[in-house]
T-cell receptor, first 115, second 111 residues
Framework: GAVVSQHPSWVICKSGTSVKIECRSLDFQATTMFWYRQFPKQSLMLMATSNEGSKATYEQGVEKDKFLINHASLTLSTLTVTSAHPEDSSFYIC???????????FGPGTRLTVL | TQLLEQSPQFLSIQEGENLTVYCNSSSVFSSLQWYRQEPGEGPVLLVTVVTGGEVKKLKRLTFQFGDARKDSSLHITAAQPGDTGLYLCAGSGGGGNKLTFGTGTQLKVEL
């Protein structure tokens, strides 16, 4: 069965609105989760590292005020795209893993389309 | 910044052919993983290699980690349409359990 879930699986919103994406670890507690963005036919780009109980660590070039991350529990991290614009349309994927050589579990992804 | 370049970027072949995908970097990684991703889904782990020179086989897929742990290759024998997908290598070693993904190789296997 699934180890990581994401909700919603797809969302369409109007420009200027905010969208929240959830990532849940179903089988184990995760102090760290990772958020990626993927444009069509491209690779995954790490956006930020979500840390339970503390602030997220953002990659260079990712606006922390635009992509709000909250990791309030050991099984849930949320990514909120604030004031979304068409260029934010992408496939957003979360990852959960316990160690660098342990199996890494990816969520099924969330397709965001901003009109 | 650790970068992983994959080649080729796109590959379209006929069923039964063999192919090799390369993943190269100037950085050393403590481990390297290969994933396959289908449209609209998350990546699925194929293999993890951790030792320089290591070779792993998974049915028709053969994975090799370079001696210096800077590069890797994926060889598919007798490709089938079910092998179609986006193949991604990902290196670990930047600290904090970070994974750096390669640029990706889109494979299409036709009948």
């Amino acid at each position: 069965g699934a180890v990581v879930s994401q909700h919603p699986s797809w969302v369409i919103c109007k420009s200027g609105t905010s969208v929240k994406i959830e990532c849940r670890s179903l089988d184990f507690q995760a102090t760290t989760m990772f958020w990626y963005r993927q444009f069509p036919k491209q690779s995954l780009m790490l956006m930020a590292t979500s840390n339970e109980g503390s602030k997220a660590t953002y990659e260079q070039g990712v606006e922390k005020d635009k992509f709000l991350i909250n990791h309030a529990s050991l099984t849930l991290s949320t990514l909120t795209v604030t004031s979304a614009h068409p260029e934010d349309s992408s496939f957003y994927i979360c990852r959960v893993g316990r160690g660098s050589t342990d199996t890494q579990y990816f969520g099924p992804g969330t397709r965001l389309t901003v009109l | 910044t650790q970068l992983l370049e994959q080649s080729p970027q796109f590959l379209s072949i006929q069923e039964g052919e063999n192919l090799t995908v390369y993943c190269n970097s100037s950085s050393v990684f403590s481990s390297l993983q290969w994933y396959r991703q289908e449209p609209g889904e998350g990546p699925v782990l194929l293999v993890t290699v951790v030792t320089g020179g290591e070779v792993k086989k998974l049915k028709r897929l053969t994975f090799q980690f370079g001696d210096a742990r800077k590069d890797s290759s994926l060889h598919i024998t007798a490709a089938q349409p079910g092998d179609t997908g986006l193949y991604l290598c990902a290196g670990s070693g930047g600290g904090g359990n970070k994974l750096t993904f390669g640029t990706g190789t889109q494979l299409k296997v036709e009948l």
